[in-house]
């Protein structure tokens, strides 16, 4: 189906910036809308920011004046660039997908998540 690769994470300190990537491979007819969660240990995974295939952004209170989400159509790609760094950014970040799928006969819409990449940043 649709195979989701995420890259750019890391360990930084507070203030430095980290810049995530995420392609989107396999029988992908066309991407309705590309993001990125984020979860913390003990916490819920919640929503980052994320875009759709008209370029619309959403973005969590916390995150909107440090962070941009971007994407690239071509490459079925979207990124997101982290500045400001907080200690309370720190989570795992997974890149999220809702696409329309091509399948053997039939397309057909689904969602799909990377495996995540580890975001630390210290004080």
């Known amino acids: 189906q649709v195979q989701l690769v995420e890259s750019g994470g890391g360990s930084v300190q507070a203030g430095a910036s980290l810049r995530l990537s995420c392609r989107a491979s396999?029988?992908?007819?066309?991407?309705?809308?590309m993001g990125w969660y984020r979860q913390a240990p003990g916490k819920q995974r919640e929503l980052v920011a994320s875009?759709?295939?008209?370029?619309?952004?959403n973005y969590s209170d916390s995150v909107k004046v440090r962070f941009t989400i971007s994407r690239h159509k071509v490459a079925r790609a979207v990124y997101l660039q982290m500045n400001s760094l907080e200690p309370e950014d720190t989570a795992v970040y997974y890149c999220?997908?809702?696409?329309?799928?091509?399948?053997?006969?039939?397309?057909?819409?689904?969602?799909?998540w990377g495996q995540g990449t580890q975001v630390t940043v210290s004080s």
């Open positions: 999220h997908v809702w696409a329309v799928v091509a399948g053997p006969q039939f397309n057909y819409e689904d969602d799909f």
């Open positions: 875009i759709n295939s008209g370029g619309s952004t």
């Open positions: 396999g029988t992908i007819f066309s991407i309705n809308t």
